[in-house]
């Protein structure tokens, strides 16, 4: 069985900074070869990409977070990180944490980030 713990949300103001942390474990887990994602979900929405990393450190962003949010990787540690700089009100949601291998889909539970103005 596969598992994600997602870590550091948090309040936030307009402006600031927060780092997410998704640790992976599994007794047959090979983290390195799995792409990984963060999404979001807002109150009301549906849940949505924001950003992406392959296994070869390939990056995607969403349009709104282009520029503020980094995403990283280190496999020696099982877990993808999300820098979020220049925090927006609109920022605010639950992330998730996500692994994909094709038919093999993961997710964490959820961290919560707010984000006042």
């Known amino acids: 069985q596969v598992q994600l713990v997602e870590s550091g949300g948090g309040l936030v103001q307009s402006g600031g900074s927060l780092r997410l942390s998704c640790a992976a474990s599994g007794s047959i887990f090979s983290f390195s070869i799995y792409m990984m994602r963060w999404y979001w979900q807002a109150p009301g929405k549906q849940r949505e990409l924001v950003a992406s990393?392959?296994?070869?450190?390939?990056?995607n962003y969403a349009g709104s977070v282009k520029g503020r949010f980094t995403i990283s990787r280190d496999n020696a540690k099982n877990t993808v990180y999300l820098q979020m700089d220049s925090l927006k009100p609109e920022d605010t949601a639950v992330y998730y944490c996500?692994?994909?291998?094709?038919?093999?889909?993961?997710w964490g539970q959820g961290t919560q980030v707010t984000v006042s103005s």
């Open positions: 996500n692994a994909n291998l094709g038919l093999q889909d993961y």
């Open positions: 990393i392959s296994r070869s450190g390939v990056t």
